[in-house]
């Protein structure tokens, strides 16, 4: 038996439970979002929600978190080393990285269902395939078994603070690494008893995070752009890097006070933001006219991406932002929407739906409507009306996504109401 279906099953009776609860907790999120977001106001939290796409935070590693190491022998002088003994001296940025998707990246129950599909479906071509940017380490230690829990810890620090160049024309191989003492990144006066320190301008940079944020296959097809979305976009020339918007300036440690007294009192958060307070400063709605002539209305909507740096919604395929807009006049009269979203086909024309399908064998992109970096975009409706009586006409954003995970379910999040009335 490998490494992996060992892991695989010894996890199943666990999965199960952890995927039954966290079904029911989407379901409930997204009501508590839709619900907070629907009666905005003094009642309204101010406060930020996560998205219901998180998961719980079971710990990938034995241990429940960092260990009290703060010893420079700890440090894997030819290999990687766990998130858990960074941790130990870099407290501050180890609790905002345990918080991101990059700490879940092989543990969201969001992957792991539709890794198990991909496995089934496609055997050792997609365990190569999803490895290679849901747990990055597998390119250099070819642990594909999942054996080592270093490797379990998904977009671990030792891998990003490792990487010395990428070059995003090879797909198949971005990455150039060099595992050991060296750590890279953006201090560029840093001194570490523990390991080495090099300024990296490579981590200021979208590249970077474009190695992974980016999947073209080997058959062309593009079908996760999200650099290549940013890189097209105005942020690119004005340069504003993916780190401007998800890796922001907060007051905390470089490293604890025991370790070095007079270390950075600023860190680059690692959590990524991405909650749905982000999601809802990308987009805007405004009604521009609603026009009535006899019995028909002819409406006009602008949605504005004024927050993205990139398309929205990116990412995996199945994501997609609905407009719907509706005309009242005491009851509901009409109904009409525009989807927003990149659809992809197999070789043979079959559109591809689930995320995993999609990866694996998607062709091309037959429709790419998607609302591009600060693009405005004009939609026409019209509807048969009355021909007298005042009417409402509510224009709303929301956000789709509906994962595998055990049974189907679908986060739905209202982004922006506007309404408007016509005499
Ligand atoms: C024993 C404590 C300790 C441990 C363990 C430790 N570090 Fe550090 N690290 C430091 C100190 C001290 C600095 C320097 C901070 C400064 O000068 O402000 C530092 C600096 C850094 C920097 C900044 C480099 C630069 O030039 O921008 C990175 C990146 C880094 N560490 C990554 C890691 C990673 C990854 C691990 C785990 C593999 C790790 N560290 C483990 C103490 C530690
Ligand atoms: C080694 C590959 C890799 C690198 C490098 C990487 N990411 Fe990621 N990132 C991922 C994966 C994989 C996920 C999705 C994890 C999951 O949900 O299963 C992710 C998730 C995210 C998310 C959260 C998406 C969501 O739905 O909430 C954001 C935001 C993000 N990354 C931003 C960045 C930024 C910014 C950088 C560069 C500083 C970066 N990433 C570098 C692989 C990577
Ligand atoms: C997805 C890649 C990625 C992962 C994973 C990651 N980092 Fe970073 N880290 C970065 C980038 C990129 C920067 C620089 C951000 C910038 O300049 O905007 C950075 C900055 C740093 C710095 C310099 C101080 C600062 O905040 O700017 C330290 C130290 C550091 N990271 C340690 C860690 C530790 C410890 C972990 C794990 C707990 C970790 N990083 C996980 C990409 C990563
Ligand atoms: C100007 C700010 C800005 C920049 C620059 C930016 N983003 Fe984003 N990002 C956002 C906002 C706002 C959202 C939420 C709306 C959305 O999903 O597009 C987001 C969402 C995301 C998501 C989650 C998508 C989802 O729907 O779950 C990922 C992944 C991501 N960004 C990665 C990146 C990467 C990689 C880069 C650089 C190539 C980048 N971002 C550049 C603002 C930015
Ligand atoms: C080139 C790198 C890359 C490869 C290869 C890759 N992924 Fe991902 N995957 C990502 C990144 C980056 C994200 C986060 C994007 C986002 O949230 O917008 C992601 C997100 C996902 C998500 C959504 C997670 C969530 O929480 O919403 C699923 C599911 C997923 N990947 C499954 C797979 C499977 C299965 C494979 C193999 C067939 C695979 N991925 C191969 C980079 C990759």
Redesign the pocket.
């Given at each position: 038996m490998s490494g992996l279906e060992v892991w695989l099953r010894r996890s199943r009776t666990c999965r199960l439970v952890r995927l039954a609860g966290f079904a029911a907790v989407v379901a409930l999120s997204s009501l508590v979002a839709a619900k907070n977001l629907a009666r905005p106001g003094p009642s309204a939290p101010g406060g930020e929600t996560k998205l219901p796409a998180r998961p719980p935070a079971t710990p990938v590693s034995p241990k429940p978190g960092p260990q009290p190491?703060?010893?420079?022998q700890?440090?894997?002088a030819h290999g990687?080393?766990?998130?858990m003994?960074?941790g130990?001296?870099?407290i501050d940025i180890y609790d905002s990285w345990k918080k991101s998707l990059h700490a879940f990246s092989l543990s969201d129950p969001v992957f792991d269902a539709a890794f198990m599909l991909a496995l089934r479906d496609a055997g050792d071509e997609a365990r190569r395939l999803c490895l290679r940017c849901h747990a990055p380490l597998t390119i250099a230690n070819s642990d594909f078994d999942l054996r080592e829990g270093v490797t379990r810890e998904g977009v671990s620090?030792?891998f990003?603070?490792?990487v010395v160049a990428v070059h995003l024309d090879n797909y198949e191989k971005p990455f150039v690494l060099e595992p050991g003492l060296v750590?890279?990144?953006?201090?560029?006066?840093?001194?570490?008893?523990?390991?080495q320190?090099?300024?990296?301008q490579l981590?200021e940079t979208a590249e970077f995070c474009g190695a992974c944020h980016n999947y073209v296959a080997p058959n062309g097809a593009r079908i996760m752009t999200t650099y290549d979305e940013w890189r097209a976009g105005p942020y690119a020339s004005e340069g504003r890097p993916c780190q401007d918007c998800h890796m922001v300036r907060r007051v905390g440690h470089?490293?604890s006070a025991d370790?070095?007294e007079?270390?950075?009192k600023q860190i680059h958060l690692h959590d990524l933001i991405h909650d749905t307070g982000q999601l809802r400063s990308a987009l805007t709605a405004q009604v521009l006219s609603a026009t009535r002539t006899g019995d028909s209305l002819a409406v006009e909507v602008e949605v504005e991406n004024i927050g993205s740096g990139h398309m929205v919604p990116t990412g995996v395929p199945s994501r997609e932002v609905v407009l719907t807009v509706e005309v009242e006049s005491g009851r509901r009269l009409a109904t009409q929407e525009r989807r927003y979203h990149k659809v992809l086909v197999d070789k043979d024309g079959v559109v591809l739906r689930r995320d995993f399908e999609a990866l694996l064998r998607a062709a091309a992109v037959v429709t790419d409507n998607r609302i591009a970096p600060r693009e405005k975009r004009l939609e026409r409706f019209v509807f048969v009306v009355p021909d007298h009586g005042t009417l409402k006409v509510r224009a709303t954003l929301s956000y789709e996504y509906a994962p595998i995970i055990l049974d189907q379910r679908e986060i739905n999040i209202e982004l922006v109401k506007v309404e408007r009335y016509v005499p």
């Open positions: 190491v703060h010893s420079p700890a440090i894997n990687y080393t766990s998130a003994v960074c130990s001296c870099h620090c030792d990003c603070h490792t750590k890279r990144s953006v201090l560029r006066n840093a001194a570490s008893p523990a390991h320190v090099a300024y990296s981590h470089v490293v370790v070095k007079d270390s950075g």
